[in-house]
């Protein structure tokens, strides 16, 4: 099988992230395209993971090759809502990693996110969480990573 890991990248974010600053999810994604990446990763979360899949999505029409790749933590959760079916149903890929849920479910599917990509585009406020939690491992892990957040400087979480 051919490690599709260089040319992947995948999103992190916040739940609260109200869709403010799409376009600015779009540029980014454009430039890794232009770097070559063509898949891109999303953990299916409310608020940020929801908003960057539909960019993508919606750049697919655009950008030949570009691929929407959806890591649900577990299945069967009754909480998910229109936005998430919808994109669900335009995936070209879609990775549940558990039949239910577990006390480590979101941490494993946040360490496969990180375990395949090699870029990481963000929405990370500082904030403790799964969010931190992901951006430390991609720091770790070497990923390129870009914030969207303003004002924040990730070097900072690298001790």
């Not at 149903?89 to 879609?94: L, S």
């Not at 090699?118 to 990573?145: C, M, P």
Request: charged residues 25%.
């Amino acid at each position: 099988m051919i490690d599709q890991r260089p040319t992947t990248a995948a999103f992190t974010g916040h739940r609260t992230y109200d869709g403010s600053h799409d376009r600015q999810i779009t540029d980014a994604v454009r430039k890794l395209y232009a770097d070559g990446f063509r898949t891109f990763l999303t953990g299916m979360a409310e608020g940020f993971d929801l908003a960057a899949g539909e960019c993508v999505a919606a750049l697919r029409n655009e950008l030949p090759g570009l691929k929407l790749h959806c890591v649900v933590p577990f299945a069967g959760s009754k909480k998910q809502g229109e936005r998430y079916r919808k994109l669900i149903e335009t995936a070209d890929k879609v990775t549940v990693l558990s039949p239910h849920y577990h006390t480590r479910a979101y941490h494993q599917r946040n360490d496969f996110l990180v375990d395949n990509s090699s870029a990481l585009i963000a929405w990370f406020d500082g904030r403790d969480g799964g969010t931190e939690y992901t951006v430390r491992r991609a720091l770790k892990s070497g990923l390129q990573i870009e914030n969207l957040w303003s004002g924040l400087f990730e070097a900072q979480y690298q001790d």
